[in-house]
T-cell receptor, first 111, second 115 residues
Framework: DQQVKQNSPSLSVQEGRISILNCDYTNSMFDYFLWYKKYPAEGPTFLIS?????DKNEDGRFTVFLNKSAKHLSLHIVPSQPGDSAVYFCAASRSNYKLTFGKGTLLTVNP | DTGVSQDPRHKITKRGQNVTFRCDPI?????LYWYRQTLGQGPEFLTY????????KSRLLSDRFSAERPKGSFSTLEIQRTEQGDSAMYLC?????????????FGPGTRLTVT
């Protein structure tokens, strides 16, 4: 069973606009959520995270929102840049050990 | 560069052969994880170490797989009698055991192709 779901395999946006990537989870025991970015032939790179006691975390152009009642989180990238084009993975953790990943969303930012 | 490193980056082997991969974590991190990623999927947890102790193994880790972390530093992942289904990217990650930050930092991965 897929405990972390990214239902959009791909997303295309124009440079300068907002990119919104979505993630849903089913396990209410998850207490920490992370977003990773991955380029081909490289390992995932950590982007931003959020604890379940918060509903928002910002880091520069990246903001993650958490809606615990809906078991939903989203990553906003504003403004989007062509260099943001990559696969984005949502991941969740329980009690600080293994990560459970979604299948990823391919973001393409067009110049 | 003080990031996670993995060696080799690519490995092509014939079915039935044994392979071994190495991971060097970020030096101050005491937790080390192995994940496997296949096409179209996110990374899947295989096993993890806290210092030299292997604390959990996934059901994905069959008896042909073994991992070690002697002295709590680098780690090795060995696959015996490789099968075509073992073809995947093998990722290593490390983290610091704190109560407030769960971030794991990944290496570049080892791409295994079993022919």
């Amino acid at each position: 069973d897929q405990q972390v779901k990214q239902n959009s395999p791909s997303l295309s946006v124009q440079e300068g606009r907002i990119s919104i990537l979505n993630c849903d989870y089913t396990n209410s025991m998850f207490d920490y959520f992370l977003w990773y970015k991955k380029y081909p032939a490289e390992g995932p790179t950590f982007l931003i995270s959020i604890s379940s006691i918060k509903d928002k975390n910002e880091d520069g152009r990246f903001t993650v929102f958490l809606n615990k009642s809906a078991k939903h989180l989203s990553l906003h990238i504003v403004p989007s840049q062509p260099g943001d084009s990559a696969v984005y993975f949502c991941a969740a953790s329980r009690s600080n050990y293994k990560l459970t990943f979604g299948k990823g969303t391919l973001l393409t930012v067009n110049p | 560069d003080t990031g996670v490193s993995q060696d080799p980056r690519h490995k092509i082997t014939k079915r039935g052969q044994n392979v071994t991969f190495r991971c060097d974590p970020i030096s101050e991190h005491n937790r080390l994880y192995w994940y496997r990623q296949t096409l179209g999927q996110g990374p899947e947890f295989l096993t993890y170490f806290q210092n030299e102790a292997q604390l959990e193994k996934s059901r994905l880790l069959s008896d042909r797989f073994s991992a070690e972390r002697p002295k709590g530093s680098f780690s090795t992942l060995e696959i015996q009698r490789t099968e075509q289904g073992d073809s995947a990217m093998y990722l290593c990650a490390s983290s610091w055991r704190t109560s407030s930050a769960y971030e794991q930092y990944f290496g570049p991965g080892t791409r295994l192709t079993v022919t």
